[in-house]
C-alpha cells in the first residue's frame, strides 16, 4: 500500500507549492484574493495522508535486508523530517503567520523531492514491494525429473527443468510443483517446510497452497506458481 499512499501527500505539497508560488508573484495591492486557505488545506491533507503512508512504509521496510535496508532508512528519515517541516507549515499559517509557512513549505518541497527519488530507488532497483514470483510461461507438458522414490514426504526439493528452478514436495503420496521464488521478497522456497497444506516461506514465513499457489498468510499478497500432479513411479 505504501507506493500508492504517498501520492497523496506529494500530490497535496505540490499543490501547494505551487499556489503558494502563484500568491508571492502576484502584484502588490492587486485586491486579488489569495489561495492562503487552499494552501492550508492542501498542507495538512499532505500531513495526514503523510503520516498514513509512513505506517505502511514501515511495514514494508521491517522485511527488506542489506542496502535495501539502508536506503529505506534513509527515505523514512528524510520522510519524517518533511512532515515535521509541514506540521509546522500548517501551524505558522494556522496562527496567522503566512510568510513563515511559506518559507517552511520552500524548505520541506525539496526534501521531500529527495526522498521520493529513494523510494523509487527501493522500488525499481530493490524491488521492495513488488511480485517476485517466476513470470515464464506455463509448460505444456510434464517432464520427469527424478524418481518418486528420491522425493521424501513433506520435504521440498529442488530441481531444474529448461533453465527454471521448481520446488517439489510430496505430501501424501501427491506430488506438488512450486515456483522457486516467494512472492514477497523473493524468498528461496526450497528452503521452507510444510505446515498444514502449505509451503512457509523460510525467510518471512509466508504461507502458500500446495495445490494452487494461493497465499494463505502474509505478508506476502500475491501467489507463487503452482501444479499438482498424480505421482508416477519411474
Not at 495526514?48 to 542496502?67: E, F, K, S
Amino acid at each position: 500500500m505504501h507506493p500508492l499512499l504517498v501520492h497523496m501527500p506529494i500530490g497535496a505539497w505540490t499543490t501547494a507549492a505551487v499556489l503558494d508560488e502563484i500568491d508571492a508573484r502576484r502584484a502588490c495591492g492587486s485586491g486579488r484574493p489569495g489561495f492562503g486557505d487552499a494552501v492550508q488545506t492542501a498542507v495538512g491533507l499532505g500531513v495526514a495522508g503523510g503520516a498514513v503512508a509512513a505506517v505502511a512504509g514501515l511495514a514494508d521496510w521491517q522485511y527488506t535486508h542489506d542496502n535495501a535496508r539502508r536506503v529505506g532508512l534513509v527515505h523514512g528519515a528524510l520522510n519524517a523530517v518533511a512532515l515535521g517541516v509541514y506540521g509546522w507549515s500548517w501551524w505558522e499559517r494556522r496562527h496567522g503567520r503566512p510568510r513563515r509557512a511559506q518559507r517552511a513549505g520552500r524548505l520541506g518541497y525539496p526534501i521531500v523531492l529527495v526522498s521520493q527519488y529513494l523510494g523509487g530507488t527501493l522500488v525499481y532497483r530493490h524491488n521492495v514491494g513488488t511480485d517476485h514470483s517466476d513470470k515464464q510461461l506455463d509448460p505444456r507438458q510434464f517432464v520427469p525429473v527424478l524418481a518418486l522414490e528420491q522425493l521424501a514426504e513433506d520435504t521440498p526439493y529442488l530441481v531444474r527443468v529448461d533453465d527454471v528452478d521448481v520446488v517439489l514436495v510430496r505430501v501424501d503420496g501427491r506430488v506438488h510443483a512450486l515456483g522457486e521464488r516467494c512472492a514477497h521478497l523473493g524468498g528461496p522456497m526450497d528452503q521452507g517446510w510444510v505446515y498444514q497444506g502449505t509451503l512457509v516461506c523460510p525467510w518471512h514465513e509466508s504461507r502458500f497452497d500446495l495445490a494452487t499457489g494461493e497465499d494463505r498468510k502474509g505478508p506476502a499478497t500475491g501467489c507463487v506458481r503452482a501444479s499438482a500432479s498424480c505421482a508416477r513411479r519411474g
